[in-house]
């Protein structure tokens, strides 16, 4: 979705759903594998939004994947649409290891004010890749998910040394009579009775929210080449599969339309029957902020000797008195950003791979207040001022640890989430160089991703940054050296140099870097069954800003410090309350 925009009476949510034609084919034993891109212009760059679902072999794609934008009727909102061939599947997101088929360029007025579909043509270097059609559609305020379950019988056999490979797909039913897909399952290998997994799906997805919308179930002979046979078809709409509705259908008759016409005695292609349908209510992150969940911020920032010595004007750590360091804008981008969201204003600060100049110690994390028993400051400012006062304090050291700053934050995360306390935390790593203990640290994050813990990194400097885009699991989730694969993908790691920018506070960044978490906080939730709570009734506040009978904000957390104790040098001095 496109953020940024303030509010306005004349903005609505506009789905997008994308299907090609006449790809060009830059493949040689095979059809392409297409994904299409789709970028916003900010200013004078683009910005990438999201990306659909690679289709394989396909020259005629119908893609299931939607994107959902802001409409702004006040603004010129300038929209990018790219076709890429996936050549590397690992990193479908780096488009320099894609092969581009084309591209095209509008408005997404042009497109909401095109009728029923706007079409357009696909061109790089003035050569024609294909044809992108678009279908838009205002998305309505529902807040509610479907659950679904189908199994079938007695199918028709397509393929002639074996039996069928099915997979089925949802389409619902736009203004003027044409079908927009929702949904594609997975095939079930050589079966002609099928009994598919159970998948949730938003109804606004589904149906638009509308329970009398009509709906298609296409089921299909899957082949490799991605020329699929069509076995039959059934329409009906979510009121009358939902029991919670009154519903009586379980059972629909799959028809070929073709075969029909020209078997008398046809009867039907086979039998869809749905097993289970439910509806559930769907929560926003909003709805869990405003019932008095607590999102918290923990930094941990690099103090390695790759980034330079400090007094170097070439250092990632000087303290240029022009311009802010990458250090001090991550700060500023990110943690202005997710310092609204925590009540109390407390940040625990921790740094790593310094050496403490009056013992000559190596600590992978430390807090920068340097007292064990108060590693909080109070809001961005304190965590800027502990920054600095903690360069006057260390030498740059090394390596580049992880996984000690993690086991901390992890005992942070420990600390327990109810249906009555509800608290989520959000880690904030900023460094400038590889990871020198890989292991341990995919080991951690596949422990932490059970926990109520984004991980949010920004890359600072020009290193090589292949392995923190290894822990950016989107594609490849990760895996600890026991064979547990992690939970939930919790990571986001983006390069500060990708923004180009040295001076001031990205907010781009920021969004970058955070887009990810409302999901991965709601993914949680609704694992751990927590709803959101009624809005609370606020307490009065002391002169302090403390609420009367609350937990001061320095006890906040694990009730022993989850880092070695031991004060190494005269604390930071913080306000005492």
């Known amino acids: 979705m496109m953020a940024g925009a303030p509010d306005s009476g004349l903005c609505s949510k506009i789905e997008l759903s994308i299907s090609c034609t006449d790809l060009k084919d830059l493949d040689t034993f095979s059809k392409s594998d297409p994904v299409v891109f789709l970028f916003e212009k900010s200013g004078q760059k683009w910005v990438k939004i999201g990306r659909t679902e690679m289709i394989d072999d396909n020259l005629n794609p119908k893609f299931a994947t939607t994107f959902v934008v802001e409409y702004r009727f006040e603004e010129i909102q300038n929209l990018k649409f790219s076709c890429y061939d996936v ?16 591209e095209m360029e509008c408005t997404l007025a042009e497109i909401v004010t095109a009728g029923q579909c706007y079409r357009r043509k696909l061109r790089y270097k003035g050569e024609i890749g294909g044809n992108i059609q678009i279908i838009a559609e205002e998305i309505e305020d529902t807040k509610f998910e ?96 939902s029991p919670e509705r009154g519903g009586q259908t379980a059972r629909l008759e799959l028809i070929n339309p073709e075969i029909k016409k020209k078997k008398r005695k046809y009867t039907n292609s086979g039998i869809l029957s749905f097993i289970s349908v439910s509806t559930a209510p769907v929560y926003s992150f909003m709805d869990y902020i405003k019932g008095g969940c607590q999102v918290s911020l923990i930094v941990a920032i690099d103090f390695t000797a790759s980034n330079g010595k400090p007094a170097s004007p070439s250092s990632l750590h000087y303290n240029n008195p022009y311009r802010d360091n990458e250090y001090v804008t991550a700060i500023k981008s990110v943690a ?3 310092a609204p969201y925590d009540s109390d204003q407390q940040f625990p600060v921790f740094g790593f791979g310094a050496k403490f100049r009056h013992n000559g110690e190596v600590s992978h994390c430390f807090p920068l207040t340097f007292n064990p028993q108060r590693p909080e400051v109070s809001g961005v400012q304190g965590i800027l001022d502990v920054y600095h006062y903690a360069l006057s304090n260390i030498d740059l ?33 900023i460094t400038d160089g590889e990871i020198t203990d890989m292991d341990r640290t995919v080991d951690r994050i596949v422990q932490a991703s059970s926990l109520p813990l984004s991980i949010v990194i920004v890359g600072v400097g020009e290193a090589d940054f292949t392995k923190m885009e290894t822990l950016d699991a989107d594609d490849n989730p990760l895996i600890d050296r026991h064979g547990k694969r992690m939970e939930s993908d919790i ?87």
């Open 146 to 241: 479907v659950k679904l379950q189908l199994s079938a019988v007695k199918l028709d056999k397509k393929d002639f040394f074996g039996k069928s490979d099915p997979f089925f797909e949802i389409s619902k039913a736009q203004e003027g009579g044409t079908f927009t897909l929702v949904y594609r399952s997975q095939p079930i290998m050589k079966t002609l009775n099928p009994k598919w997994p159970s998948f949730i799906i938003s109804s606004q997805k589904l149906c638009s929210g509308d329970w009398e919308r009509t709906l298609r179930f296409s089921v299909w002979d899957w082949n490799r080449d991605g020329t699929h046979d069509f076995i039959g078809e059934a329409t009906t709409i979510l009121k009358d599969i």
């Open 491 to 577: 990571v986001q790691f983006v390069p500060l140099r990708k923004f180009h920018s040295r001076s001031g506070a990205n907010f781009s960044l920021a969004r970058e870097t955070l887009a990810e978490i409302p999901n991965q906080f709601l993914g949680f939730m609704k694992k751990q069954h927590i709803k959101p709570n009624p809005p609370p009734l606020r307490k009065q506040e002391t002169s302090f800003g403390i609420s009367q009978g609350a937990t001061p904000p320095y006890a906040v957390g694990p009730t022993a410090p989850p880092y070695p104790v031991g004060q190494v040098v005269p604390p930071y001095p913080t306000t005492s309350v």
């Open 87 to 102: 050549d590397d599947r690992k990193h479908i997101d780096d488009l320099s290891k894609q092969e581009i088929i084309g």
């Open 336 to 338: 202005s950003v997710l």
């Open 397 to 429: 050291f090394g390596p580049t640890n992880f996984s000690s700053f993690l086991e901390t934050t992890i005992k942070y995360a420990l600390c327990g989430v109810s249906q009555k306390d509800q608290q989520y935390f959000i880690l904030l790593v």
